[in-house]
């Protein structure tokens, strides 16, 4: 009787043991799970274009990038931003969301009130020029960043993303591609702010 009382408690304390371990071995998963769970949350509760910057109302990086070779054009700088309102663009042409929002981008080319001007991520140059003889060319100035180091100093995630500049300050940022919808009720709104001609939001 005795015996047969020890061998359960073996087995008890065997299964019991079994279990300590399987949880030790999904207690990663659980907290991988958990993370995930997190992240997805927390897109899924706001805009991702809306993601705040901490250049925001502060000044353009340094940089100075050459244009994009086989082209002609003095390329981009930071003090070239330093004084008027820019549309700054990082784009590539290996991006299909950048060439989804081109035509948005030659639209506001035509404002003559400011410049819409580019940065070219991580691209052949070949490439980059059949891109803009193709789609059409809405900048004013286009440096090349093949290394991507100045998308790196502007805090940028991935491309295309737009900023708004003001006398050398960066006062508005869109992640993602512009849409009709992103142009009208973000990205126009704070060039209007940028010009003066509309009151900041309270």
């Not at 590539?92 to 989804?100: E, K, N, Q």
Request: charged fraction near 20%.
């Amino acid at each position: 009787m005795s015996e047969a009382r020890t061998d359960t408690t073996a087995q008890a304390a065997e299964r019991s043991d079994r279990r300590s371990r399987r949880i030790w071995l999904l207690l990663p998963l659980f907290g991988f799970l958990a993370i995930a769970a997190l992240f997805f949350f927390r897109l899924g509760a706001g805009d991702a274009s809306r993601i705040p910057s901490a250049l925001i109302n502060k000044p353009v990086p340094n940089f100075v990038l050459p244009a994009i070779e086989g082209t002609e054009g003095p390329g981009l700088s930071g003090e070239m931003l330093a004084s008027g309102v820019f549309v700054v663009n990082i784009w590539a042409s290996w991006c299909a969301p950048c060439r989804a929002e081109h035509p948005l981008l030659m639209e506001l080319a035509q404002d003559g009130r400011f410049k819409v001007v580019g940065i070219n991520y991580k691209d052949v140059p070949e490439n980059a020029r059949r891109f803009l003889g193709a789609l059409g060319d809405p900048f004013a100035l286009i440096g090349a960043d093949r290394e991507g180091r100045a998308a790196i100093d502007w805090g940028v995630y991935g491309v295309p993303e737009t900023f708004v500049v003001k006398d050398g300050v960066i006062v508005h940022k869109f992640i993602g591609p512009l849409s009709p919808e992103a142009l009208r009720v973000d990205l126009l709104p704070s060039l209007e702010r940028a010009l003066g001609a509309a009151p900041a939001p309270s």
